[in-house]
């Protein structure tokens, strides 16, 4: 069956130091990835997807960045973080872009 | 692009009634769409999902409805327990198109009372 990883579960950053979330599939190939943002008590936010290994897509101008380095393996990165990058970011997968997404377990990011 | 409006945002029920909520969707070419449940601090976690070409499904306690026409969708949730206690999103696709990306609903807390 297949699973999602993501670490850490948490993260306290002070402001202007860089960040790197990852994530990773096992038990698929190829599949879609996806990260999400969700502020306190909001929705969720398309941050990025990838269809490939290389392959991103931006959905939200903002101070992020992702890469696809692995076929399974996806990375939220930032050079310099900012107050309003706190959050609860979320890692997502579906089969080829068929059929529903399924989440991590997330990783709370606090910038102090 | 698409955009998805949820309502209540807030929904209280007494144990063993129904809950209802709803979904409105912009995009005519939409035909998937997947409802979320969220305990605090956790993943959303899938509970039931639709496709365009069927009007209703049901699952237990928990069905939902589809009316193209009016691009809308429904969850009901019957005879609430407490652990229905969370927060439930709607979202809406294209199946096969580009990401095949989800766009959320805002969403809705709902309470359970014992």
């Known amino acids: 069956s297949q699973t999602i990883h993501q670490w850490p579960a948490t993260l306290v950053q002070p402001v202007g130091s860089p960040l790197s979330l990852e994530c990773t599939v096992e038990g698929t190939s190829n599949p879609n990835l996806y990260w999400y943002r969700q502020a306190a008590g909001r929705g969720l936010q398309l941050l990025f997807y990838s269809v490939g290994i290389g392959q991103i897509s931006s959905e939200v101008p903002q101070n992020l960045s992702a890469s696809r380095p692995q076929d399974r393996q996806f990375i939220l990165s930032s050079k310099k973080l900012l107050l309003s990058d706190s959050g609860f970011y979320l890692c997502?997968?579906?089969?080829?872009?068929?059929?529903?997404?399924?989440f991590g377990d997330g990783t709370r990011l606090s910038i102090l | 692009g698409e955009n998805v409006e949820q309502h209540p945002s807030t929904l209280s029920v007494q144990e063993g009634d129904s809950a209802v909520i709803k979904c409105t969707y912009s995009?005519?070419?939409?035909?998937?769409f997947p409802w979320y449940k969220q305990e605090l601090g956790k993943r959303p976690q899938l509970i039931i999902d639709i496709r365009s070409n069927v009007g209703e499904k049901k699952d237990q306690r928990i069905a939902v409805t589809l009316n193209k026409t009016a691009k809308h969708f429904s969850l009901h949730i019957t005879e609430t327990q407490p652990e229905d206690s969370a927060v439930y999103f709607c979202?809406?696709?294209?199946?096969?198109?580009?990401?095949?990306?989800?766009?959320f609903g805002g969403g809705t807390r709902v309470l359970v009372k014992p």
């Open positions: 995009d005519s070419a939409s035909n998937y």
């Open positions: 997502a997968w579906n089969g080829q872009g068929k059929g529903p997404q399924h």
């Open positions: 979202a809406a696709s294209r199946i096969k198109a580009a990401g095949n990306k989800l766009t």
